[in-house]
T-cell receptor, first 118, second 119 residues
Framework: AQKVTQAQTEISVVEKEDVTLDCVYETRDTTYYLFWYKQPPSGELVFLIRRNSFDEQNEISGRYSWNFQKSTSSFNFTITASQVVDSAVYFC???????????????FGQGTTLQVKP | KAGVTQTPRYLIKTRGQQVTLSCSPISGHRSVSWYQQTPGQGLQFLFEYFSETQRNKGNFPGRFSGRQFSNSRSEMNVSTLELGDSALYLC??????????????????FGPGTRLLVL
């Protein structure tokens, strides 16, 4: 069955520290997408990145970087030099494309609450 | 471009009542999905609509229903409200359905949500 696990419920760091948010997924499909979303206190989910299962290249966007490893079914997210504005709940999500009957929806992890203290 | 808009933003209802939530997608987006977020269950998929057709439905009782109009706007309805329906209801829109394999057009962008409290 498909599943996304974010084992870290809460992380607290001091500004300028680097922090990695872990995401492990389970799927029987060979074709799928992985996503990261940020949810600030306002509630809106903000799209950060989408990665498809055939593209294992790591990606960097400013202070954000993502490490996708199919061998360990992980899609981890690192924030370098964290800032107070990074404080939010971060969700990892999976979307299956392979006709398993579970297509057409995002399956979310439970989220990781990141608190960045000044 | 304006983002996804949802109305109302906050709602208080009592058990047994029904409620209708509205979602206007990003201009040009034809796919709309709904999710329920609660502290206990997290984010759970409700339904996905594309071109006025429901393409997928999550594991929710029949009290939860939805529809999509020709202008891609969507509504969801919950009848006979229960205390457990208190949640943040999030709407997401995309150019293409999630299973469409359109190379990015299926990325879902979320609205601010409607916070429903059932008393």
């Amino acid at each position: 069955a498909q599943k996304v696990t974010q084992a870290q419920t809460e992380i607290s760091v001091v500004e300028k520290e680097d922090v990695t948010l872990d995401c492990v997924y389970e799927t029987r499909d060979t074709t799928y997408y992985l996503f990261w979303y940020k949810q600030p206190p306002s509630g809106e989910l903000v799209f950060l990145i989408r990665r498809n299962s055939f593209d294992e290249q790591n990606e960097i966007s400013g202070r954000y970087s993502w490490n996708f490893q199919k061998s360990t079914s992980s899609f981890n997210f690192t924030i370098t030099a964290s800032q107070v504005v990074d404080s939010a709940v971060y969700f990892c999500a999976l979307s299956e494309m392979g006709g398993s009957g579970n297509t057409g929806k995002l399956i979310f992890g439970q989220g990781t609450t990141l608190q960045v203290k000044p | 471009k304006a983002g996804v808009t949802q109305t109302p933003r906050y709602l208080i209802k009592t058990r047994g009542q029904q409620v209708t939530l509205s979602c206007s997608p990003i201009s040009g987006h034809r796919s709309v999905s709904w999710y329920q977020q609660t502290p206990g269950q997290g984010l759970q998929f409700l339904f996905e609509y594309f071109s006025e057709t429901q393409r997928n439905k999550g594991n929710f009782p029949g009290r939860f229903s939805g529809r999509q109009f020709s202008n891609s706007r969507s509504e969801m309805n919950v009848s006979t409200l229960e205390l457990g329906d208190s949640a943040l209801y999030l709407c997401a829109s995309s150019l293409a359905p999630l299973a469409g394999r359109s190379g990015g057009e299926e990325t879902q962008y979320f609205g601010p949500g409607t916070r429903l409290l059932v008393l």
